[in-house]
């Protein structure tokens, strides 16, 4: 015969009185009940969320390696801008724009200064398309952890396509980055920037002057990438704007999916 009460004796590990509860077995078989749901609730509630954690560390992670590399390449170019401007004023302070010359037996004579890219009117525009090929991933910009945040937008393309520069500007990064491999960075005037990365072989020096058209690199799947492709991205006052929105013909031969 099943007991219809539990008795629980509570003894102290001092000269007490002892204690006694007596409680009926449905509300003991209750409580029970309802501590096994919660332990129960507690273990799966970790075992969801620790992977999600684990996920949202890594993401983040990512995401200020990503955004570390772009502010480094902004602070390139601010950098450079300001030394021009003190080697300028020092060459003129000390006379030293002064070279050789063959042509005028031997004498000095003023040193030549490569004519700026032209950045006025809309010349900083991307209005070139950088290669033809497959569009198979659009832009994703996204607070969700569980998704990775895309800054630009991927082209398929054989290894070794000609990258093309979008607009007319200078270099002013070339080299190789963790995430996007042998990356080059363009500034093109009035806040443009373009990337382009996972490039198999680049073709263009830091500080050089492109005009839009001219071949800059080879397509490549260095860095972290899943196979031979261009990763595109325009960027306008500091914030990553959309590449289709420039280019919409690529529309046509997009098959990226969400």
Known sequence: MKPSRYTFLVVPDHDGKNRRFSISRVRTLSILFTSLLLITGMVLGLV???????????????????????????????????????EQMVQQALGTNLEESEDVENKLVPKPIDPPAPLGGVTYIPSLIPVNGVVTQEMIQTHESDTKTHYGIDIAVPIGSDILASASGQVVFAGHTTELGNLIVVYHGNEYFTYYGHNESIVVKPY???????????????????????????????????????????NQSNVSVD
């Open 48 to 86: 969801y969320m620790f992977p999600k954690a684990v996920d949202y560390n890594r993401m983040k992670q990512e995401y200020d390696t990503v955004i570390g590399e772009r502010s480094k390449v902004l602070a390139l170019y601010r950098d450079l801008e300001r030394l021009k401007e003190v």
């Open 208 to 250: 050089q002057q492109v005009q839009s058209g001219d071949v800059i690199a080879k397509s490549g799947d260095t860095g972290e990438s899943s196979g031979p492709h261009l990763h595109y991205e325009i960027w306008k006052e500091g914030e990553a704007v959309d590449p289709l929105s420039y280019f919409p013909a690529l």
